[in-house]
């Protein structure tokens, strides 16, 4: 079974606006990370945002937040503004804590977000 | 940026040769990781370790072998290069827990 979900394989956004790439999670983990990544069509990978398990409130660095919905096992990336540097693929990532104090780090397959001007 | 490189950065070879990718880390970071990245899959752990001589396998190690005799060197070992093993290949290391990970740019390799 997978352990990340990311069902929108691409999405097109209006530049300005706002929008949430989805990502469902799977695990039995008590504790655990969750990370999202932008991958631009230069190729390097690049941070964007985290949430551990235990975190209150949801997480955000500027225009990214991640709304955090650990019932439903899903922390979805919200974008507000979209600006056309932000067209890229997307990644949400998992790190489990037992499964490894190894800290093994998984992704799911990515969302490519178009942002049309 | 952290200090992460990869060596080669592209490399054509020709089946069956064996091949080895170089991660370099200059963070002093006790995990490191592997991954494949090919069109559809996003990126499929191959091999991480989480200290030295310390390594376990990932989603697709099979044909793959990694060696960590330092901190701040981790193999990646292709003993028999098949053409199915032509990917990007992405190293990345994190000092674990909240931390996140830092990717190298990542090392173009061709089968044929």
């Known amino acids: 079974a997978q352990k990340i979900t990311q069902t929108q394989p691409g999405m097109f956004v209006q530049e300005k606006e706002a929008v949430t790439l989805d990502c469902t999670y799977d695990t039995s983990d008590p504790s655990y990370g969750l990370f999202w990544y932008k991958q631009p069509s230069s190729g390097e990978m690049i941070f964007l945002i985290y949430?551990?398990?235990?975190?209150?409130q949801n997480a955000t660095e500027g225009r990214y937040s991640l709304n955090f919905q650990k019932a439903r096992k899903s922390a979805n990336l919200v974008i507000s503004a979209s600006q056309l540097g932000d067209s890229a693929m997307y990644f949400c990532?998992?790190?489990?804590?037992?499964?490894?104090?190894?800290?093994?780090?998984?992704f799911g397959k990515g969302t490519k977000l178009s942002v049309k001007p | 940026d952290a200090g992460i490189t990869q060596s080669p950065r592209h490399k054509v070879t020709e089946t069956g040769t064996p091949v080895t990718l170089r991660c370099h880390q200059t963070e002093n970071h006790r995990y490191m990781y592997w991954y494949r990245q090919d069109p559809g899959h996003g990126l499929r752990l191959i091999h991480y370790?989480?200290?030295?001589?310390?390594?376990d396998k990932g989603e697709v190690s099979d044909g793959y072998s990694v060696s960590r005799s330092k901190t701040e060197d981790f193999l990646l070992t292709l003993e028999s290069a098949t053409s199915s093993q032509t990917s990007v290949y992405f190293c990345?290391?994190?000092?674990?827990?909240?931390?996140?990970?830092?990717f190298g740019q990542g090392t173009r390799l061709t089968v044929v």
């Open positions: 990532a998992m790190r489990e804590a037992q499964r490894g104090s190894q800290g093994n780090l998984i």
């Open positions: 990345a290391i994190s000092g674990g827990g909240g931390g996140e990970a830092f």
């Open positions: 949430q551990g398990s235990y975190d209150q």
């Open positions: 370790s989480y200290g030295v001589k310390d390594t």
